[in-house]
């Protein structure tokens, strides 16, 4: 049994795998090689070099406990996948010994993830929590190992919580004690080493025993199997695509909101704009691919705000250019290249058409609003001026210069 | 209106899985392309609508003619409402409103789907997702229909006013090429029929001939002459 639990296992990590290597190919063209990851990864690196040698204001004013909350916040990018399917309960759900394996299999899977992820994400924080507050390599080793039980801890208890607690207002109370305690905590585990082996002893047995509870023990399967299946849908909704068995979660059943009498969007009603206006509602209607484009603009405002005192701002103000109308561009591939879609022909000056006034009118908003706000902190209100209009002008030129050349069609339709 | 000259396609480069599939449909006609699971209807069918890879030969669509294709899975658009889906299929053929609202509000009454116009059709059962697609392939009145597995998950009354629609397609002079398992309906509606097998073209001809090719008398079905031709190649 343990040898087929096993095969099962790594059959659907690769699986996993293979899946997210699709998903990724879609959007990790060349272009945005060159373009964003690797001079973003330079940036990045000289940013980080720059900021050891001369710690932002911001960074040294959130003092102790603001750092112990960013550390909190990194909790939360941590999941555990139990490898459950859907399609199990079909077949395997009442083989609850080989699904509890398979389970297990997965919780040491995760969290050996995880424990890798919290350290990379460690280090990084460790060189600026040793400069600012003075701690040694051995407070260092001490505070990192407290990080890992929190982290462990906490993503295995929200795990379990979603599983058997019903109740929202009990799931947030317990998780929001367990964070509010590891804070509290942190600068006395580092001062009293009896404090620190009695929290690191009591969350290793909090650990092993809801990592025991946590594995399928033959109840609440469904629901395992769906949250299973949401995480391995995360990444592709992100990249837009419709792919059903990998965990995509179609709409909910309720009537739609938005332009509920399925009205045109735009008052010229051209074939253009009635394409363009069944992108926007096919987007604005799909929350899993709407929010991560709020999360990233909010992402990169944050980094505009952080960058800006530098010259570096520009470079990261540009390539927020560049990263809003390539995500909407990639948005109106998606929805084009979609199978119903292609059930019919259309016109290539059409579809230009459409393709750059979607990437005109949903990037610009974002495009005004995050040059409004690099240029206040590089200017002030003239700044808000100037930087606003070129943001917007910037995207319209990417839009002649490197929108006008993306394909369209597969075979383009004699006109 | 349509010639299909396949020599060669597959969904590898090297392993072709159908050979020497040659038709011709006219203006008019409803030809049924039949077979076994895995003869090659569905390969056929993808290479003339151009979505195989891997194919050697020549479809011919003449100039001007339009071509419409319904799947046999029921594909929609998981957040566009069953009108904007109508709308969008509309804008394709770049139909005026005025010729393709009417069409459409007659087509939703005929199917039952009268009332659904702003509900999100992933939500409907798989029978009225394929009655949508029917509604949005035929509201366009092409001249071509390629329609996969047609009577698949459609109700009675469905299937009648399905059949009747053919019947009208026909004739106004549009060419149909279905794809069915369904034999008894096949032989009722089509006028000729491309029998595959294992993807080679096993006979092209109406019903008479197939009787005659299969020394079957007058009046044996389509289904028995289809299992005795099947049987001759495997002898």
Redesign the interface.
Known sequence: MNGTARTLFLKRLQSDYKNLWEASKLILDWTLFIYILIPGIAIGAFFYMEWLQDIPFLLNFIGWYGWMMILVISFFFHHIKLFTYLADQLFLSRNIPLLRRISQYGIVYSTSMMLLTATLFFIIAAPFLSKLFSLSLLSLGYLWLYYLSGVCLLTLWKKYAQIHISSFIIRSISIILILILWISLSQGILLHLPLWIMWITLSVIAITFVSDKLAYHGTHFLKIAEMDEQTRGKWVNLLFT?VRQQGYK??S?K??RLW???Q?MFQK?S?EM??TD?YF??FF??LPVLMPLVQLTGLLIAVLIVSAPHWTGYLFWLASIYIIVDITKTGWLGFRF?????????KESMLRGSLETSVRRLSSPILFVIGLLFGYLKFGLFGMLIFSIISVLSGIGLVYWHIRYVPVN??SIEE | MLQVHIDSAGYQQKEPYLQNIHFTICPGEIVGLIGANGAGKSTTIKSIIGTMEHVHGNIELEKDKQLAYIPEEPILYDRLTLWEHLRLAATSYEMPQTIWEPRAKDLLKKFSLTGKEHELPIHFSKGMRQKTLICLSFMTEADIYIIDEPFIGLDPIATKHLINLLYQEKERGAALLMSTHVLDSAEKLCDRFILLNEGNTIFQGDLLELQKETNQSAGTSLLDCFYELLEEGVS
């Open positions: 419709n179609p709409p059943a009537p739609i509920k009498e399925s045109v009603q074939s009635i394409f069944a509602k096919s209607r799909n979609n199978s119903f879609i292609e059930l019919f022909p259309w597969h075979v």
